[in-house]
Each structure stands twice: as structure tokens, then as C-alpha cells.
């Protein structure tokens, strides 16, 4: 993995969506699933612990949901009505014995309208949104089903002067022996270092009950020790490969892997007071002076070329006015109209990581775009932080002590679905830290087109009104769009059963090895 550390393995991951990836999906089940099997067309949400779900035709902020039967965590105990209450609570009621912190951040700000969960009875549960949201069902992707019976042993042996300490040491103890209901589970947890999983062969879904006997995740910052690592036969799946590496990958006999996926590589750009980029011809010259084409040859060809956070003829790409392009001429008269040349540069900063989930290749990539917007009369320095700091400083906000003077921030982002590829970013609802809204950015029309594209139930309606959002958006440029991800991960030739599905995500559950 890229990631410094092993992502949280108690239910809710932390080291962004690489842990959704590696230790979400395969130890974990949610409502809703991404369909991973296809390599050929968008991935879509599909029945997970939910066999169907409906929003109340009289009060659209109230929605039910039908369990699957018969599903067991690994701890042996029952998946039902009462455990999809207790997980709601775990990260919204306070009061709640398992309500967790740490949990909050990386689950509230990913379904920010869900309030409440009600049990109906045993296979049925009521969940209600603060407003009408068409988005809900997609949000609970993130929401993982821990078990509340291996948690209360956890609890009850737990030391504690108070039921929160109690409550915090039970958390860290599940977190070295987790229980849910995915198809692999835990067998062995070092922090730092390694974690082994095993096949749950008793998963429900037979198309997803591993083949292995173990697979074994291992932390690696580094894309050249991770290279090392796949050529020397220390693993056999690496992510991010380093691209001058691809063709010696290649020559041992080993795979390539990527596809077009929604995942966007950007800046994120303050709003806040002061901010260099509160000039929108400042915001337009730096989407223009970025050479893109270049940018690919440095990656050996593994990333797309944006047009925006969706690329033309998607269902929300709407037209928009501004045209996303290399044309240093017209960004270099903008930004002599904004007063800066060359030889008088506006000094911005922007934070970033040396490595981290889907952050490609973050220092390398970050540097040619610095050398390709000096051009125009940028001055840009970096403040380079740990990946999983970088990424809880994104919902800290511009205005935080955090960002250590940044007035643009460098995390990537999935884009599959409304909420994660635009709402998040744009909505003055999403104010940090709320969600992630770093840069304050939003005014009184994003709302509104927001607030039409969630309230719409019917799919066409609500791809119309997404597309003049992310139009909108592109024109206003509170990002500079640098690349779409590809995903690229080379795995041995022996690894079979891999799909690299147009998606963020990817299914461990159907591999085997010959």
C-alpha cells in the first residue's frame, strides 16, 4: 500500500479511500456496495447488507431499508436491524456506550444528512436525513457494519475509571481482533507494520468468498521500495508503481494494471480572506498554465487529462463556459491583468504529501506543475506533511492552524458519486468541519443548484440538475484540475482473477493464485 501505516482496521478506515480498499471492503460489509466485477463499464451501487432500499413517498427525508438474512459476523454473532442502529450510533449519538471520536471524522463528514436510525423490526430499518437526500444511499458505501456483540466482550473486559475510557480501550481491542462481516477476516494486526487476513468461508456472497488462504497488506510509502519489493518477490501486488519502472515490471513478466476511474488530482483553493486566489483570472490563468501533456510523459502515460471533475459526455458534464486547456499565452494575460508577471510573482503555498492513497506521485508531479506555472508568474512553495496528517487537515480547513499558511491544499478525491465529487467541495453546509469544504468556497446559486440536484428522486432530473452544478463549478475554479488517476498497480503474472474496474475501489475477494 502507499500508506505510512496500516489503515484503522475497527470499522471505519482511516488513510483515505486506500483504507476503504484494504481494510473497509475485504473486513467489512455496508448497506450499499460498489459493484467492482466489471472492467468495462462505471461502477454502480448494488445490494450490500441492504437487499433494497426506498425513500417514503409522503416524507422524503425517511427511508427504509431491507436486510439480508441470515448474515453472521466472523465472531459468529447475527447481522440485523439492531446492528445497523448500533452502527449509526456508534459515530452519531454521543450518548451512545460506542459512540467513538476518532470515528467521526472519516464517516459524519462522508454522509453529513443522516441523523437517525430506527429499527422496524428484525430485517427492516428506518434511516432519516436532516433534508430530502437523493445521495444517501451512495454515502452509506461508507458506513462499514462492525459487530456489536464482539464489541461488548471487548467493552466488558475493558479497564476503565469511566464508561467513555471503557469505551475507547474496548475500541483499540477490537481494532487487533475485528469482527465483521466481510469476506476476509483478521488473523494477525502488527501497527506499523502488517496485516493478515484470512478467507471468511462462510461469507454470504458466494462470487466473493475468497480463494486464497492469506493475504497479507504491508504498509510502503515509497514507490521505489515498493517497486523493489515487487521485483525482488518480497509481494506480489504493488499500488503506484514508479513509472520510470514500468518497463523492468513489464520485462520480469509481471502486469500492468489501470483504467479510467473517477479520482481527480487537483489544488484545492482557499476562499478564505487574503487568499491569492480569490481573483477568479488568477484561479483561470492556473488552470491554463499547467502543461498537462507533460505531465503525462512524466507518468509514462498513467493519468487522463481533465476537463473538469468529469470529463465531457459524462451525464453531469453540463458545458461549461471556461475551457480547461495548456495556453500559458492567455493565463500570462490574465494574470497581467491581476497584476502579476513573471518578474513581480504572486507567492502562493499549497500543502502536500510525499505520498499517500491516490496521490499518484505526489512530489514529482507537484514539482513540474511549480515549474510549469513559474511560467506565468507563480511563485509556488510547498509545506510537505504526512499523508494521513494532510488528510485530517483537510477537514480542518484553510482557516486552520493546520494549514500552516497553505492557501491551496493537494489531496485527490474519488468522483463517483454527487456528494464526493462536487456537493462536498461547494456547499456552504460543508464548512469545515463539517466536511470537506476546505477553501470555504460556496455562495447563495451553488446552493441552490445543490439543493435541486439532492432533492431530485428521479435520475434524469437529478443528472440535469448536476450538470449545470458541475458547469457552475468549472467556471467559478475552485481547483486547478492537474490530472485524473488511472490507478495504476503492477501484480505477478500468478495473481489471477484481478479486475481494475473504472472505480477508486477494488474487489481482494475474487483473487487466486496459480
Same mark, same amino acid.
Given at each position: ?91 452519531? @449519538? ?6 467513538? %471520536? ?66 475507547? %480501550? ?20 502488527? %501497527? ?207 482557516? @486552520? ?65 448536476? %450538470? ?47
Amino acid at each position: 500500500m502507499t500508506a505510512a501505516d496500516i489503515p484503522r482496521t475497527l470499522g471505519q478506515p482511516d488513510q483515505g479511500f486506500e483504507g476503504n480498499r484494504f481494510t473497509g471492503i475485504p473486513l467489512y460489509d455496508a448497506l450499499v456496495h460498489w459493484d467492482l466485477s466489471k472492467a468495462d463499464a462505471p461502477s454502480v451501487p448494488v445490494p450490500g447488507l441492504a437487499l433494497s432500499w426506498a425513500v417514503d413517498a409522503k416524507d422524503k427525508t425517511k427511508w427504509v431499508f431491507k436486510l439480508r438474512p441470515n448474515v453472521k459476523f466472523h465472531d459468529g454473532s447475527a447481522f440485523n436491524a439492531d446492528a445497523v442502529v448500533w452502527n449509526v450510533r456508534k459515530v452519531l @449519538d454521543k450518548d451512545a456506550p460506542q459512540f467513538d %471520536a476518532s470515528q467521526v471524522g472519516v464517516t459524519a463528514s462522508r454522509m453529513p444528512t443522516l441523523r437517525s436510525a430506527k429499527k422496524i423490526d428484525d430485517l427492516t430499518v428506518e434511516l432519516v436525513t436532516s433534508e430530502p437526500d437523493a445521495f444517501l444511499p451512495l454515502n452509506l458505501t461508507n458506513l462499514f457494519m462492525a459487530s456489536p456483540a464482539h464489541w461488548q466482550k471487548k467493552f466488558d473486559a475493558a479497564a476503565g475509571a469511566t464508561p467513555a475510557d471503557k469505551a475507547k %480501550a474496548a475500541w483499540t481491542a477490537f481494532a487487533a481482533d475485528a469482527s465483521g462481516s466481510g469476506p476476509y477476516r483478521m488473523t494477525r494486526f502488527v %501497527a506499523r507494520e502488517r496485516l493478515e487476513l484470512a478467507p471468511n468461508k462462510a461469507y454470504w456472497d458466494p462470487k466473493r468468498t475468497p480463494k486464497i488462504d492469506k493475504l497479507v497488506l504491508l504498509p510502503m510509502p515509497e514507490a521505489n521500495a515498493r517497486t523493489a519489493a515487487l521485483l525482488s518477490g518480497q509481494v506480489d501486488w504493488i499500488e503506484a508503481p514508479a513509472p520510470d519502472a514500468m518497463a523492468a515490471i513489464q520485462a520480469r513478466g509481471h502486469k500492468i494494471y489501470f483504467n479510467q476511474q473517477p479520482h481527480v488530482w487537483p489544488w484545492q483553493l482557499s476562499f478564505a480572506e487574503g487568499s491569492p486566489w480569490l481573483d477568479k483570472r488568477v484561479r483561470h490563468a492556473a488552470n491554463l498554465c499547467v502543461d498537462r501533456t507533460g505531465l503525462l510523459k512524466l507518468l509514462g502515460g498513467m493519468m487522463a487529462i481533465p476537463k473538469g471533475t468529469v470529463p465531457p459526455g459524462h451525464p453531469w458534464w453540463g458545458n461549461p463556459k471556461f475551457d480547461i486547456r495548456y495556453d500559458p499565452a492567455e493565463g500570462k494575460k490574465l494574470m497581467a491583468e491581476a497584476g502579476h508577471t513573471p518578474a513581480k510573482p504572486l507567492k502562493v503555498k499549497v500543502q502536500i504529501s510525499a505520498s499517500g492513497s491516490g496521490q499518484m506521485q505526489p512530489l514529482p508531479m507537484n514539482e513540474f506543475v511549480q515549474q510549469s506555472l513559474k511560467q506565468c508568474g507563480f511563485d509556488v512553495q510547498f509545506d510537505v506533511i504526512e499523508w494521513n496528517t494532510l488528510f485530517t487537515n483537510w477537514r480542518k480547513g484553510a482557516k @486552520d492552524p493546520s494549514a500552516n499558511g497553505a492557501n491551496a491544499i493537494n489531496v485527490s478525491f474519488a468522483a463517483m458519486d454527487p456528494f464526493f465529487a462536487m456537493v462536498r467541495f461547494t456547499s456552504t453546509k460543508t464548512f469545515p468541519p463539517v466536511s470537506n469544504n476546505w477553501g470555504y468556497f460556496g455562495n447563495a446559486e451553488i446552493d441552490k443548484l445543490i439543493a435541486d440536484a439532492r432533492g431530485s428522486f428521479d435520475d434524469k432530473a437529478r443528472d440535469a440538475a448536476l %450538470a449545470k452544478l458541475h458547469a457552475r463549478i468549472v467556471e467559478e475554479a475552485p481547483f486547478v484540475w492537474i490530472a485524473h488517476d488511472v490507478g495504476p498497480r503492477a501484480i505477478a503474472a500468478k495473481v489471477k482473477g484481478v479486475v481494475q474496474p473504472r472505480s477508486w475501489f477494488i474487489d481482494l475477494a475474487p483473487l487466486s493464485i496459480d
